[in-house]
C-alpha cells in the first residue's frame, strides 16, 4: 500500500513540477512561496514545526499561514529556567506578568501551539504560569487544566502531565477559595477579569469598566473543564479519589449552570449577578439574570455572545440548542466582519470609537470561542439552527477580518460592519495581537480532527463536499503524523477520489464522500521530553548584571535591551530592534558579557532587512575573548551560508567555555546593519546558575537596607523610587517596572544623589539611562557630582561615552578620582521631557 501511495504522489509532483518528501503529500516550501506576506522567513523553522493545509479558500489559506507567523512574534525564551512563554501585546504592558505573558488568552494561545511539532514551546508555556516568580495565571479567567489536557491528548506525556498536576490543583482551589459561591453552587468572576470591559452588566454598575461579581456561563465553563480535566490527569496519575472528586465537581456546576443561568423565555444562557447594584435610580437585584432587574427590566434582549462558551467545551446537555437560532440572525449577532459580542438591538449595545468596550464591537477572542463552540454542536448535537454551510461562512469572514490595507493583520476589536480596527488598533501595542486562535479553528473544525485519549481517531470534517479538495498534512498527533486529504477527483493529490487519512505516510483509513470517518491508529508513542539541558545564555530579562550588551553605535530609536529580550520580530513597527543606523563606521560591533565562562555551542543571529536602509551585513565575524585579546571562534559552520536578513543565521561550532562574545558586522553598500535578536545557546544543568555582579561597584545596594542609600529631587507617583536605581537590575523597558524617574517634576533640572554612608574612592559611573519616548527621554545632558563635605562639586571629566547622552544603553563617564561619602548626577532635562535612569553605577578606583 505504501508503495502504490508513494508511487501515486511522486507521479503528481512530476507533473507539477515539485519536490515532495517521502510521506509528504503537500510541498511544504511550494505551500510558504504561495503566500506573500512573510516578514518572518525562516522557513526551515516553519517546515519543522507547523502543519501544513491547503484548500480552495484562499483567504483561510492565508490566514492559517499568517496566523502560524503571528505565533513566532509572540515566542518569548524568558530566562534558562523558565524556558518559552508568550506574550498577549505587542508590547509587554504594566498589567502583564513576567515576560510580558498575560493568562487571558492563554487557553487560546496552548489550543494553538499544542500542534506545533516541537512540544518544549506548549509544556514550556504550561509550566511557566505554575513556577515561574511573576507569573499570573488567575489575573484573568484562564482554562488551565483543560488546556494542559487538551495538549496531553495531542502531545502525549505521562510525566511532564502528572507532575504539573499539584499545580494545576491549587490553580483549581485557589480560585475556589476566591469565587466560590455555596448557596448556589457556582463561580463569580468580573467581566473584566475575563477580559470583557464596559460590558452590558458592567454598564448598570457605578464601575462601569470591571462591573461586579456574576455567576458567568463563560467563567463556571471553564471552571467546569478544569475539574473535568483534573479528573482525567488524576486517573492516568492513578488517583481515583481526587479523580472521583472532580467529577462530580463538575457534574454539579453543569446543573446549575443549566438551571439558573439559562433562561427559558430567551432561551439564552446569561450571567446572574451575585450583588445588589444601584445606578441613577436602578436596582439591579442579587442573583438575577441579565435585564430580569434593574433599567431595562424585562427587556427581551441581554444576550452576549459570551453565552456561547459552554458549547466551546461540549458542556451542556442536549436541550439548550435553541440558543443558536440567533448567532445567523442579522437581527442579532450576525455581521459583516461579526459576530458582535452584544446582540444587536438591545438597549445598550454600541460600537465605541475607542478601546476597549465588549458592547458590539466584534472581538477575535470571543470569535474563537464561538466558533469552536459551533464546530462541537455541529460535530457532536443534534440541531437545526447552523449548519455546516453556516461554519465555512463564518471562518471565512473570521480569515478576512485578519486583514488591514489589504494584508494579513490583526488588532484587538473590529467594527463589525466595516471591518477596520480604527480605534482598536494602538501603536507598539495592538499590532498582530495575539488574543485568539484561528489555525485550531482549521484544524479540529474545518478539517474535523477531534483528539481524544485513545487510539480510534475521529474526524468529523466541516469542509463542504462542494469543496473539490483540502488537506492537512504534517499533523503532529500522540507521537505520529497525520495527514487528511479531501480529493473528490483523485487528481490534485494523487491519492485517489474520496477522503484518505494517512498515517506516518501509509494510509491508514478511506472512504468515497466527504462525511465522519474513524480512523484505528497505531498505539500513542509518548513524545519524549528532552534528554540535554540546553539554555539561552545571552537572554536577560531579569534586569540581572550578567548578561550584559555593548555596542560601538546604538541607531536612534533602537535599543540593546531588545537584543537578548527572548523576542524576535523583524517588523518595522512595533520597535524590537538594535540598529547601527547613522554610525559613520563601515563596521560595528556588538558584545556580549556573560559574567563567567559558559558551555557555548550554538549562536543565533536574527539579523534585520526592513528596506529602509537597516539590511543585511556584507559579511559578520564571530569572535570570543581568550581574556587578552578577541579570537575567531573556531570550527564555525554557517547556516546559511551569506548573511541573510528576516531570519536567523546560525552558527554552530564544538561546545567551548566562553564568557565574551563579539560580533562585528561589515555593513553592505546602501545600509547599516541590525539584529531583533540574539541567542548563545549551549548545554546545561539544573538548577541555572546566574552570574553574580561584579564587586566594585559601590552605589550597589539590591535589599534597599543600610548604605548605599538613594534620595532625589523629585521621583514620579507611579513607583519610580531612588533605591530601584541602585538595585543591581537594569531594565529598559516599562514593564518590570526598575527604575526612577523625575516625570512630571516642574523643575528644569533634577538630581540623583548616592549616599555611601562613609567615604570612597571613586572614578567612574555608568548612567542607564531611561528612554520611554514620551514623559521620559534622555535628558540634554548630565553633570556627575561629588559633595566635599561642604558643597558639591563637579568632578574632572575625563571621557564620556555616548558624549551625547543615549537611551536604553550605558553612558560612562570617567573622572579623576575623587574620594567622596556622596556622589550625585544632575540632569538638565530636554525641553518638556523629564529625565530618568533604570540603574546608576559608582566604580571605586
Not at 462591573?211 to 471552571?223: D, I
Not at 483534573?230 to 462530580?248: F, P, Q
Not at 485550531?440 to 466541516?462: A, E, F, K, Y
Request: charged share 20%; hydrophobic share 35%; with cysteine.
Amino acid at each position: 500500500m505504501k508503495t502504490s501511495f508513494l508511487f501515486g504522489v511522486c507521479l503528481v509532483a512530476m507533473l507539477l513540477g515539485i519536490s515532495i518528501a517521502d510521506g509528504q503529500v503537500l510541498d511544504k516550501q511550494q505551500m510558504l512561496d504561495r503566500q506573500t506576506f512573510w516578514q518572518n522567513r525562516d522557513f526551515d523553522w516553519f517546515q519543522a514545526n507547523i502543519p501544513f493545509f491547503d484548500s480552495p479558500d484562499e483567504a483561510i489559506n492565508t490566514t492559517y499561514y499568517y496566523r502560524w507567523e503571528l505565533v513566532t512574534r509572540h515566542i518569548c525564551y524568558g530566562s534558562p529556567p523558565s524556558g518559552y512563554s508568550f506574550t498577549e501585546f505587542a508590547n509587554r504592558p504594566f498589567w502583564s506578568g513576567a515576560y510580558g505573558a498575560i493568562s487571558c488568552p492563554a487557553g487560546h494561545q496552548i489550543y494553538e501551539v499544542r500542534w506545533l511539532h516541537d512540544p518544549r514551546y506548549v509544556r514550556d508555556y504550561l509550566r511557566y504560569w505554575f513556577r515561574t516568580p511573576g507569573a499570573q495565571p488567575r489575573n484573568y479567567s484562564f482554562w488551565a487544566a483543560d488546556s494542559a489536557w487538551a495538549t496531553h491528548l495531542v502531545q502525549p506525556n505521562r510525566e511532564f502531565i502528572v507532575d504539573l498536576l499539584p499545580d494545576l490543583v491549587e490553580n483549581y482551589q485557589a480560585w475556589r477559595r476566591r469565587h466560590w459561591v455555596p448557596e448556589k453552587a457556582l463561580f463569580w468572576q468580573l467581566g473584566h477579569d475575563e477580559g470583557m470591559e464596559f460590558d452590558i452588566n458592567a454598564q448598570q454598575t457605578r464601575d462601569i469598566l470591571r462591573g461586579g461579581q456574576s455567576l458567568r456561563p463563560s467563567f463556571n465553563a471553564y471552571m467546569w473543564a478544569d475539574a473535568h480535566a483534573l479528573a482525567n490527569i488524576a486517573e492516568l496519575a492513578g488517583d481515583a479519589v481526587t479523580a472521583a472528586k472532580y467529577r462530580e465537581e463538575a457534574d454539579r456546576v453543569k446543573v446549575q449552570v443549566q438551571n439558573l443561568l439559562w433562561d427559558p423565555k430567551r432561551q439564552f444562557f446569561f450571567p446572574m449577578s451575585n450583588q445588589r447594584h444601584e445606578k441613577d435610580g436602578h436596582v439591579v437585584e442579587k442573583h438575577t439574570l441579565t435585564y430580569e432587574t434593574g433599567r431595562f427590566a424585562g427587556s427581551p434582549h441581554g444576550r452576549e455572545l459570551h453565552g456561547y462558551v459552554p458549547w466551546a467545551f461540549g458542556m451542556p446537555d442536549p436541550g439548550f440548542e435553541q440558543a443558536w437560532q440567533f448567532l445567523m440572525d442579522p437581527d442579532y449577532f450576525y455581521a459583516a466582519f461579526g459576530p458582535t459580542t452584544v446582540e444587536r438591538h438591545d438597549p445598550l449595545f454600541v460600537l465605541q470609537p475607542g478601546c476597549c468596550w465588549w458592547s458590539g464591537q466584534s472581538w477575535p477572542f470571543a470569535t474563537t470561542q464561538t466558533l469552536k463552540a459551533m464546530a462541537n454542536v455541529l460535530q457532536n448535537y443534534q440541531q437545526e439552527h447552523i449548519s455546516r454551510d453556516d461554519y465555512l461562512h463564518m471562518l471565512h469572514k473570521f480569515a478576512v477580518t485578519h486583514r488591514k490595507d489589504g494584508k494579513p493583520y490583526i488588532a484587538e476589536a473590529v467594527h463589525p460592519d466595516t471591518g477596520s480596527w480604527a480605534g482598536h488598533d494602538m501603536p507598539n501595542r495592538s499590532e498582530h495581537y495575539f488574543h485568539s486562535g484561528f489555525t485550531d479553528l482549521v484544524i479540529t473544525g474545518l478539517v474535523g480532527v477531534q483528539p481524544s485519549d485513545g487510539d480510534t481517531l475521529t474526524i468529523d470534517p466541516l469542509a463542504p463536499d462542494t469543496w473539490d479538495y483540502f488537506a492537512l498534512d504534517n499533523l503532529p498527533y500522540r507521537g505520529h503524523r497525520l495527514a487528511v486529504v479531501w480529493d473528490k477527483t483523485g487528481q490534485r493529490y494523487g491519492l485517489g477520489a474520496g477522503l484518505h487519512v494517512l498515517v506516518n505516510g501509509d494510509k491508514a483509513a478511506s472512504r468515497p464522500t466527504l462525511a465522519k470517518i474513524n480512523v484505528d491508529l497505531p498505539p500513542a508513542v509518548e513524545v519524549p521530553m528532552p534528554t540535554e539541558v540546553r539554555y539561552n545564555y545571552a537572554v536577560n530579562n531579569d534586569g540581572d548584571w550578567f548578561p550584559r550588551l555593548s555596542a560601538s553605535h546604538v541607531g536612534p530609536g533602537s535599543s540593546l535591551a531588545y537584543v537578548n529580550d527572548g523576542q524576535f520580530r523583524y517588523d518595522l513597527r512595533p520597535v524590537n530592534r538594535w540598529t547601527t543606523l547613522g554610525s559613520t563606521s563601515d563596521s560595528d560591533w556588538l558584545v556580549v558579557d556573560l559574567g563567567l565562562a559558559r558551555p557555548i555551542d550554538t549562536v543565533k543571529l536574527y539579523l534585520l532587512d526592513d528596506g529602509e536602509g537597516v539590511i543585511a551585513p556584507a559579511s559578520f565575524d564571530l569572535e570570543f575573548h581568550d581574556g587578552r585579546d578577541w579570537k575567531p571562534v573556531p570550527a564555525q559552520q554557517r547556516r546559511p551560508a551569506e548573511p541573510v536578513g528576516r531570519r536567523p543565521n546560525t552558527v554552530t561550532f564544538p561546545v567551548m567555555e566562553v564568557a565574551k562574545l563579539r560580533v562585528v558586522f561589515h555593513h553592505a553598500e546602501g545600509g547599516r546593519s541590525g539584529l531583533t535578536a540574539l541567542e548563545a545557546w549551549g548545554p546545561g544543568e539544573r538548577p541555572y546558575t546566574p552570574a553574580p555582579p561584579p564587586a566594585g561597584n559601590v552605589a550597589f545596594n539590591a535589599t534597599g537596607e543600610g548604605y548605599p542609600q538613594a534620595s532625589a529631587s523629585h521621583s514620579d507617583r507611579f513607583g519610580g523610587r531612588p533605591e530601584r536605581a541602585i538595585d543591581g537590575k537594569i531594565i529598559y523597558s516599562p514593564t518590570p517596572m526598575n527604575r526612577w524617574t523625575s516625570y512630571e517634576s516642574p523643575n528644569e533640572q533634577d538630581w540623583l544623589e548616592v549616599d555611601f554612608g562613609q567615604a570612597k574612592t571613586v572614578s567612574r559611573a555608568v548612567l542607564h539611562i531611561y528612554d520611554d519616548r514620551g514623559g521620559v527621554q534622555p535628558p540634554n545632558d548630565y553633570i556627575v557630582q561629588a559633595w566635599t563635605g561642604r558643597a558639591w562639586r563637579d568632578v574632572n571629566v575625563a571621557s564620556r561615552d555616548p558624549e551625547k547622552p543615549t537611551g536604553s544603553m550605558a553612558n560612562t563617564i570617567t573622572f579623576a578620582p575623587v574620594t567622596t561619602s556622596k556622589v550625585r548626577v544632575l540632569f538638565i532635562h530636554d525641553g518638556r521631557a523629564r529625565s530618568g535612569l533604570t540603574e546608576l553605577e559608582i566604580w571605586e578606583k
